[in-house]
C-alpha cells in the first residue's frame, strides 16, 4: 500500500511538472540566408554570414528552447539534396519553401541586403510560412552599413525581430 502511494505520488509530481513544459508549443522556426539583391557575386559571402550570425545570436537569446527551436539550415539543405534540387535553377526558392514546409517550420528569419552609395542596406524579416509574408511589425528594415561593419547589422535586426519570437 505504502509502495502505490509513493508511484502515485511520484506519477503526479512528474505529470505536474512535465505536463506544463510538454505542452508549450514553441515556435519552429529556420534562418535562411539572406538574398544578396545587389548582383554582385563578390557580396554571396554575406548572405551565409547574416544568417549564420543571427542563428547563433538567437541561439543564445533562448538556449533552453522556450519560446522557439531552431531548425538548422543542414537539415533544409539535406532535403534539398534529397529531392535533388539544383541551387542555379530559378525555381530554387519555391523548392526551398517546400523543404522548409516539410520539416514543419512556422516562420522563417532572412532578409536581403543591396548596396547604395557605398554602404550596405540591409533589412531582416520574420515570414510567415503559411502566407509567405513578412511580420509587419517585427523587422528591421534599412539599415546603413559600410561593408567592413556589415555584421553590426546583427545586433539590431535581433532587437527588432525577437519580439515577434517570444510567447506573450
Known amino acids: 500500500m505504502m509502495k502505490k502511494n ?12 512535465l505536463y506544463p513544459i510538454l505542452t508549450i508549443a514553441q515556435i519552429r522556426i529556420v534562418c535562411l540566408p539572406f538574398e544578396n539583391m545587389d548582383g554582385n557575386q563578390k557580396y554571396n559571402i554575406y548572405c551565409y554570414q547574416l544568417q549564420d550570425s543571427i542563428d547563433k545570436s538567437l541561439r543564445l537569446e533562448d538556449p533552453e528552447g522556450i519560446h522557439y527551436t531552431i531548425v538548422a539550415l543542414d537539415s533544409v539543405e539535406t532535403l534539398l539534396a534529397e529531392m535533388n534540387i539544383d541551387p542555379t535553377n530559378p525555381q530554387y526558392p519555391s523548392d526551398m519553401l517546400k523543404a ?13 541586403f543591396n548596396v547604395h552609395a557605398n554602404r550596405m542596406l540591409i533589412n ?3 515570414y510567415d510560412i503559411e502566407t509567405n509574408l513578412p511580420d509587419l511589425k517585427n523587422q528591421a528594415r534599412d539599415i546603413f552599413k ?23
Open 6 to 17: 509513493i508511484s502515485l505520488f511520484v506519477l503526479l509530481f512528474f505529470v505536474s511538472t
Open 100 to 112: 522548409v514546409k516539410m520539416l514543419n517550420v512556422q516562420k522563417i528569419i532572412s532578409g536581403n
Open 124 to 126: 531582416g524579416y520574420i
Open 146 to 168: 559600410k561593408e567592413e561593419q556589415i555584421m553590426e547589422a546583427v545586433p539590431i535586426i535581433l532587437r527588432k525581430i525577437l519580439p515577434g519570437l517570444m510567447k506573450n
